[in-house]
């Protein structure tokens, strides 16, 4: 372990070994979702799907330029809520998701983190803005469900709830029965720290790129980390 590493680590004591609870957002933390299956691409695919039926005036350019699938069908049920097309267009982000799971890159030593965390006595649950169907399916190729079941909680049909609204954090913590200020959060963007914050939750920020980072920091996270290693050495100390 690097000197960096080490200084790192000795930060984050505080908040991971008082953590009772840990509520994992999925893609970024757990796995690169569409690392073999552009997220960017998808986003482009709904909004060819809304112009083939004369509706790409629903999303706005900046919306648009994103290239975020989940953007997008946010901002057309903002204009639509509830209705049968955001219904539809929710159903291809899902299946786009599903289709991505085949390709999903496994964040480095997020697996093992996982069961080392449980085996110790944390609890774990999933609050992500993904499909639950997608998350159940990556869980149960890597084996890994028995690690969250049954606490897994994603996107619904209410797509105002989607993150940074902290309702996924706040069905996890009253499944669980755990206090706000017991369980931490591990997530990749600024929505995931905004969601935390509205729930009372300790956030801890994982970036795998510098452009990550500085999104999380100039958001106001007070830590981030490369890479989950860092973590594991800390519970294994």
């Known amino acids: 372990m690097t000197e960096e590493t080490a200084q790192e680590t000795e930060r ?32 482009e695919g709904l909004m060819e799907w809304l112009a083939s039926r004369g509706l790409h005036g629903l999303v706005t350019e900046p919306e648009r330029d994103s290239l975020d699938p989940h953007l997008v069908l946010r ?4 204009r639509h809520p509830g209705s049968d097309l955001v219904d539809e267009l929710e159903k291809r982000l899902t299946e786009e998701e599903l289709r991505a799971t ?27 803005n993904n499909s639950p169907r997608v998350v159940r399916a990556y869980l149960d190729d890597r084996g890994l469900t028995p690690c969250f079941h049954p606490h897994i909680y994603g996107r619904t049909k209410e797509l105002h709830h989607l993150k940074p609204d902290p309702y996924c954090l706040n069905r996890a913590l009253s499944a669980m029965g755990a206090a706000p200020d017991a369980a931490l959060m591990i997530g990749d963007s600024p929505s995931d720290l905004e969601a935390a914050r509205r729930a009372g939750v300790p956030f801890l920020g994982y970036a795998r790129n510098e452009r990550k980072a500085k999104l999380l920091t100039e958001a106001g996270a007070e830590f981030v980390v490369g ?11």
């Not at 890479?227 to 100390?237: A, I, K």
């Open 12 to 43: 984050l004591r505080e908040p991971v070994t008082r953590a009772r609870v840990v509520l994992w957002d999925f893609d970024g933390p757990i796995c690169r979702l569409f690392a073999g299956h552009s997220a960017a691409r998808v986003a």
């Open 75 to 78: 901002a057309v049920d903002s």
């Open 102 to 128: 085949s390709t999903a890159m496994p964040t480095a030593y997020a697996d093992i983190l996982i069961r080392t965390w449980q085996a110790m006595g944390a609890r774990m649950a999933i609050t992500t």
């Open 227 to 237: 890479s989950l290693e860092s973590l594991l050495s800390l519970l294994r100390d």
